[in-house]
């Protein structure tokens, strides 16, 4: 099993552009979620689907924008890059209420 | 909103010596408290867990206390070692529902 997987790991925008960060999970999961983490912020919830066909907003949803693909598959779209974007994204699964499962995380940089 | 406050920030032990995380919840309704670990560059990871109807659980050098009354849990590392340096970040989550917020970190150093 592959647990969770994100592509790209790393990746470098200019302002205005857009891009779409890719998430799979392979646990049978019904539950996927996107974090953002920054420095002395923790991790912050952006966007969490329960269940496939639902996508709900989390603490930091402004400038993103979710697609629960199927049951494996949860993107995450940012439209238009803005610096304050800037930060490490994870993507994770769960049963909900139970543990998380991360993916390996990406790097984005906004210019 | 429901947050999680988590102390200290930073914290540095010798080698041996034990340390202790500290992690307050706010959200009555919470029934599930993880702990991560996340090593530089790496993802977060579990390394052990606690639900609201036991109040310690222990795994090895690792144990994790719940004090519902008072909302808060901690994280007890015993006989540190170099490789026990990460950051821990607390969580606190209720089971049914996507809640699960977590603490803002804790920079744990083990100096040899």
């Known amino acids: 099993n592959a647990g969770v997987t994100q592509t790209p790991k790393f990746q470098v925008l200019k302002t205005g552009q857009s891009m779409t960060l890719q998430c799979a999970q392979d646990?049978?999961?019904?539950?996927m979620y996107w974090y953002r983490q920054d420095p002395g912020m923790g991790l912050r919830l952006i966007y969490y689907?329960?269940?496939?066909?639902?996508?709900d907003k989390g603490e930091v949803p402004n400038g993103y924008n979710v697609s629960r693909l199927n049951k494996r598959e949860f993107s995450l779209r940012l439209e238009s890059a803005a610096p304050s974007q800037t930060s490490v994204y994870f993507c994770?699964?769960?049963?909900?209420?139970?543990?998380?499962?991360f993916g390996p995380g990406t790097r984005l940089t906004v210019l | 909103g429901e947050n999680v406050e988590q102390h200290p920030s930073t914290l540095s032990v010798q080698e041996g010596d034990s340390a202790v995380i500290k992690c307050t919840y706010s959200d009555s309704a919470s029934n599930y408290f993880p702990w991560y670990k996340q090593e530089l560059g790496k993802r977060p990871q579990l390394i052990i867990d606690?639900?609201?109807?036991?109040g310690e659980k222990k795994d090895q050098r690792i144990a994790v206390t719940l004090n519902k009354t008072a909302k808060h849990f901690s994280l007890h590392i015993t006989e540190t070692q170099p490789e026990d340096s990460a950051v821990y970040f607390c969580a606190a989550g209720t089971s049914g529902t996507y809640k699960y917020i977590f603490g803002t970190g804790t920079r744990l150093k083990v100096l040899a």
């Open positions: 646990m049978n999961h019904n539950s």
């Open positions: 606690i639900r609201s109807n036991v």
């Open positions: 994770a699964s769960s049963v909900m209420g139970n543990e998380q499962f």
């Open positions: 689907s329960a269940s496939e066909g639902t996508t």
